[in-house]
């Protein structure tokens, strides 16, 4: 099993729609979770982190569900700009603080 | 603030030629990471530097791949001798001090083929 796994895609979402996505993990000593968004041929950009309460940015909100091991990223009235690759990003807390990525969702917003 | 910046942007070489890639961080930033990205993958972390120490090379090929921060700032990253399967995306990224939640800032990737 891997350590960080993630459904590959493409979600096909039409505009405006609501889309979410899930990413888990395998260590349950894990401690700290991101999302990164990585468009076509560019850098991975951090889009939010991801905190045990949960949290919202604008149409982003993201979850962590420890019992279960996955974390979640939900994106509401979804725009043609928000096609991307999204990576999910676990640190195991030890003493390298050692990120381990995602290999990314595809989304493609459609008009 | 001044981004991670990375040269050289695109980097064609035959398999068996050597290649070398420099990364300057975000000022202040005592984490370095250089990652391999091949298409349709996620990053592939090769080697994490603390200042000018080693972290975690855990994943670096080092009969090919070495890699250097001897001033705790930039660092390069080399190839010797390249085979067809390192064609992919290099990218560094640094963090304030590679701690619990520190995110990760990019560079925009040197983008290597091998012919």
């Known amino acids: 099993r891997k350590e960080v796994e993630q459904d590959p895609g493409p979600f096909n979402v039409p505009e405006g729609a609501t889309v979410a996505f899930n990413c888990t993990y395998s260590?349950?000593?894990?401690?700290?979770f991101f999302w990164y968004r990585q468009d076509c041929r560019k850098e991975p950009k951090l889009l939010m982190s991801?905190?045990?309460?949960?949290n919202e940015d604008g149409r982003f909100t993201a979850q962590l569900n420890r019992a279960s091991q996955y974390i979640s990223l939900l994106i509401r009235d979804s725009k043609l700009s928000d096609s991307a690759t999204y990576l999910c990003?676990?640190?195991?807390?030890?003493?390298?603080?050692?990120?381990?990525w995602g290999a990314g969702t595809k989304l493609i917003i459609k008009p | 603030e001044a981004g991670v910046a990375q040269s050289p942007r695109y980097k064609i070489i035959e398999k068996r030629q050597s290649v070398a890639f420099w990364c300057n961080p975000i000022?202040?930033?005592?984490?370095l990471y250089w990652y391999q990205q091949i298409l349709g993958q996620g990053p592939k972390l090769l080697i994490q530097?603390?200042?000018?120490?080693?972290?975690?090379d855990s994943q670096l090929p080092k009969d090919r791949f070495s890699a250097e921060r001897l001033k705790g700032v930039d660092s390069t990253l080399k190839i010797q001798p390249a085979k067809l399967e390192d064609s992919a995306v290099y990218l560094c990224?640094?963090?304030?001090?590679?701690?619990?939640?520190?995110?990760?800032?990019f560079g925009d990737g040197t983008r290597l083929s091998i012919l």
């Open positions: 990224a640094s963090s304030f001090n590679g701690m619990d939640n520190q995110p990760q800032h």
């Open positions: 000022s202040g930033h005592a984490t």
């Open positions: 530097f603390q200042n000018n120490g080693v972290v975690d």
């Open positions: 260590n349950s000593a894990s401690q700290s």
């Open positions: 991801v905190y045990s309460s949960g």
């Open positions: 990003v676990v640190n195991l807390k030890d003493s390298n603080y050692q990120l381990i």
